[in-house]
């Protein structure tokens, strides 16, 4: 006898739910009765896929908040459709055709940045107007101990300090690749590596999807602008800079979804060595 054929998957609603299913719900339902078809519980499928349980029974329930952005999503659904073996195309156009899918996911990365930039010169202004403060007192200090020559060259203008370099100020999703040595040029290429196969996203600084998909073993991209990387499993994935070190630190924990930006230590060049 050959292989059991399984039942055709409807891409109808399920009983009862006919009078509103979005198209994300609609996924969600074919994709948990083809998993059940085929006598396959969550974490089997979920294992099979190398993502984790939480994603798929996120995506099973459409629970939009505890999902990533759409282009994500449309993978998701992909894999998980061909995995079960049935057609991801309808699927897929439905959720392109999603407005609530896409205005409910599409700003959650520019609005985490909104706040952070919004944060930082909040915490920098008390400081340097304390600094000021603080310069201004050891300054009259200073002058009531001085004698009338003494003054005379307190109050000629002092040469001009040299501008302080621009550090980067890392958030709590920001990762540094490992930086180079202060004696060597090290290159502005990050190394993106997996311990197991495992489903990431890939942009540069500017949006651009530079790869999609299974990352087997380690893959090296430009920095020069950073990277944003999403991870379906962030503790399997980490990242370091050419030229510096094989190792690299993971991007955050099992559970700790979301997207990272990653950015290249400055390289010295010929002039600054």
Known sequence: MGPEQSEPIS???????????????????????????????????AASLHMGDEQLEALEAAQLDNLPEP?????????????????PEPLVQGLSSSPRLKTSTASR???QETQDAKARPNLLLPLSGLAALAACL?????????????RKFAAMPSAPEPKAQPQ????????????????????????VRSQEPS??????GEGGVLFEGTLNTSKTFNGERGLEIYAGRPD????????????GTPLGT????????????????KQDL
Do not use: C, N
């Open 254 to 269: 099992i559970d700790q979804v979301r997207w990272y930006r990653v950015t290249a230590a400055p390289s010295r060049s």
């Open 199 to 204: 489903w990431v996203v890939i942009r540069d």
């Open 11 to 45: 891409l109808k609603p399920s009983h009862g739910s006919e009078q509103s299913i979005s198209p994300l719900e609609l996924a969600g339902q074919v994709l948990r009765r083809a998993r059940e078809a085929k006598g396959l519980t969550i974490h089997q499928l």
């Open 138 to 150: 050891l300054a009259a200090f200073h002058l009531d101990q001085l004698g009338p020559i003494a």
């Open 236 to 247: 399997l994935v980490s990242t370091s800079q050419e030229g510096v070190s094989q190792a």
């Open 71 to 87: 282009v994500f999503i449309k993978a998701m659904v992909r894999r998980v459709a061909s995995k079960l073996g049935i057609d």
């Open 168 to 191: 980067t100020v890392s958030g709590t999703e920001e990762v540094s690749a490992e930086p180079s040595p202060p004696t060597s040029t090290a290159s502005q290429s990050i190394v």
């Open 109 to 111: 990365w520019d609005t």
